[in-house]
């Protein structure tokens, strides 16, 4: 396969140019021999690496709890419509039982073609969260941190959990912190009401990420900084939802300038009724209204988004001055080198896979490849 005339993406700008595609890699950039068997005009189109998505709960109305291997597969497969190619199931605070039965399901998976997008991991957002910073999480089934319990829900499966999200002030979490740093997973701040020193104190022990950005943490106050003023004060990476409603712009834009854009990912923290009518849904077992392009719980609590990364990516376009270039970058390379796959995923270079984006000067997805799969 052929990709000619595209606008190419790359880390650190955009040239025109052409990819050549054998199998499920990227064999050449810029080929002298532009003939081929199948070749695909992109007629001025850009060409992104396919979008990664490290941070979503469910899609296409399914969910990740429910631990099947069709509700995975339907995610795959609405996602990969938007430009997501690679994502990363998240699960939600629930019984220790159901949490094992999505990190034994994602291992499997792992290894098996979807429909859509690639499975790459799994991320554990709670049951080790702040009662009192719940956000949609289900009060019924925080735990305290700890490495009884941790092991309970991932033994003999570390290396496909990529984050474990915590609230660091609960007691027990820096044993966890611990032995989640020892065992290669991205121990994140989040759904937490740790003060600015306790967040500080939690990533020299091992912290590495923050968990959505502004949501469920203590915010930044200028006497109390918070969890986001330590985030600010420190290089860890963080993620955020550009949808304009759980999070302002100028709030979002404030983060860029603070963070630059290589320590932020771009994440939708979609739940099942993204790319799905009004009506409802459910998100770690509790009941959800969609209703005006949001997801709330009974209460009016937010409940995940409705987001697609194309629409963060168009949003951020709209709304920041950065160039597209460094806005697909925290939706592709950042989220690939957190992961630990950006030796194969998340550029377009020689010798990746074939996980490949095209859409136009809107940000409006026009052909979508995976592992060389037009």
């Given at each position: 396969m052929l990709?000619?005339?595209?606008?190419?993406i790359?880390?650190?700008g955009i040239?025109?140019?052409?990819?050549?595609?054998v199998?499920?890699?990227i064999?050449?950039?810029n080929?002298?021999?532009?003939?081929?068997?199948h070749?695909?005009?992109?007629q001025?189109?850009?060409?992104?690496?396919?979008?990664i998505?490290?941070h979503i709960?469910?899609a296409g109305?399914r969910d990740?709890?429910e631990?099947t291997k069709?509700?995975l597969?339907?995610?795959?497969?609405s996602?990969?419509?938007?430009?997501t190619?690679?994502?990363?199931p998240?699960?939600m605070?629930?019984?220790i039982?159901?949490i094992?039965?999505v990190?034994?399901?994602v291992?499997?998976m792992?290894?098996e073609?979807?429909d859509?997008a690639?499975?790459i991991?799994v991320h554990l957002e709670?049951p080790?969260?702040n009662?009192?910073?719940?956000?949609?999480?289900?009060?019924e089934?925080?735990?305290e941190p700890?490495v009884?319990?941790i092991?309970?829900?991932i033994?003999?499966?570390?290396?496909d959990v990529?984050?474990?999200?915590?609230?660091?002030?609960?007691p027990?979490?820096?044993?966890l912190?611990q032995?989640?740093?020892n065992n290669?997973?991205?121990?994140?701040?989040?759904?937490?009401?740790?003060?600015?020193?306790?967040?500080?104190n939690?990533?020299?022990?091992?912290?590495?990420h923050?968990?959505?950005?502004?949501?469920?943490?203590?915010?930044?106050?200028h006497?109390?900084?918070?969890?986001?003023g330590?985030?600010?004060d420190s290089?860890?990476t963080?993620?955020?939802?550009?949808?304009g409603?759980?999070?302002e712009?100028a709030?979002l834009?404030?983060?860029?300038?603070?963070k630059g854009?290589?320590?932020i990912?771009l994440?939708?923290?979609?739940?099942?009724g993204?790319?799905?009518p009004?009506g409802?849904?459910?998100l770690?077992?509790?009941?959800?209204?969609?209703?005006n392009?949001?997801?709330?719980?009974k209460?009016?609590?937010?409940?995940g988004?409705?987001?697609?990364?194309d629409?963060?990516i168009?949003?951020?376009?709209?709304e920041?001055?950065?160039p597209l270039y460094?806005i697909?970058?925290?939706?592709?390379y950042n989220?690939?080198?957190?992961c630990?796959?950006?030796?194969?995923k998340g550029?377009?270079r020689?010798?990746y896979d074939?996980d490949?984006?095209l859409?136009?000067?809107?940000?409006?997805?026009k052909?979508?490849?995976?592992?060389?799969?037009?």
């Amino acid at each position: 396969m052929l990709i000619k005339n595209a606008n190419i993406i790359y880390p650190d700008g955009i040239q025109k140019g052409s990819v050549r595609v054998v199998n499920d890699k990227i064999t050449e950039i810029n080929p002298t021999d532009m003939n081929d068997t199948h070749v695909i005009d992109a007629q001025g189109l850009y060409l992104s690496p396919g979008f990664i998505d490290i941070h979503i709960h469910g899609a296409g109305g399914r969910d990740t709890m429910e631990g099947t291997k069709e509700a995975l597969n339907v995610i795959a497969k609405s996602i990969v419509k938007h430009g997501t190619t690679s994502f990363v199931p998240t699960t939600m605070t629930m019984d220790i039982p159901s949490i094992q039965k999505v990190v034994m399901l994602v291992h499997q998976m792992k290894h098996e073609k979807t429909d859509g997008a690639n499975i790459i991991g799994v991320h554990l957002e709670g049951p080790f969260v702040n009662p009192d910073r719940l956000g949609a999480q289900n009060p019924e089934f925080v735990l305290e941190p700890s490495v009884a319990a941790i092991k309970k829900m991932i033994d003999g499966y570390e290396s496909d959990v990529i984050t474990v999200t915590l609230a660091p002030e609960m007691p027990g979490s820096t044993k966890l912190i611990q032995y989640l740093k020892n065992n290669g997973i991205h121990a994140s701040m989040g759904h937490t009401m740790a003060d600015y020193q306790t967040a500080i104190n939690a990533i020299q022990d091992g912290v590495c990420h923050a968990t959505h950005l502004y949501n469920a943490m203590t915010p930044f106050i200028h006497r109390n900084p918070g969890v986001v003023g330590a985030v600010f004060d420190s290089d860890i990476t963080t993620e955020f939802i550009a949808d304009g409603i759980h999070i302002e712009y100028a709030a979002l834009r404030i983060a860029l300038k603070q963070k630059g854009t290589d320590k932020i990912i771009l994440i939708t923290d979609a739940m099942m009724g993204c790319t799905m009518p009004e009506g409802i849904y459910e998100l770690g077992g509790q009941p959800v209204r969609l209703k005006n392009g949001t997801a709330k719980l009974k209460d009016g609590t937010f409940a995940g988004t409705l987001l697609t990364l194309d629409e963060a990516i168009r949003n951020l376009s709209r709304e920041t001055k950065y160039p597209l270039y460094k806005i697909v970058k925290m939706a592709t390379y950042n989220p690939a080198q957190y992961c630990g796959i950006s030796h194969k995923k998340g550029l377009i270079r020689k010798g990746y896979d074939a996980d490949l984006v095209l859409f136009d000067k809107d940000i409006s997805i026009k052909h979508v490849i995976v592992g060389g799969n037009y």
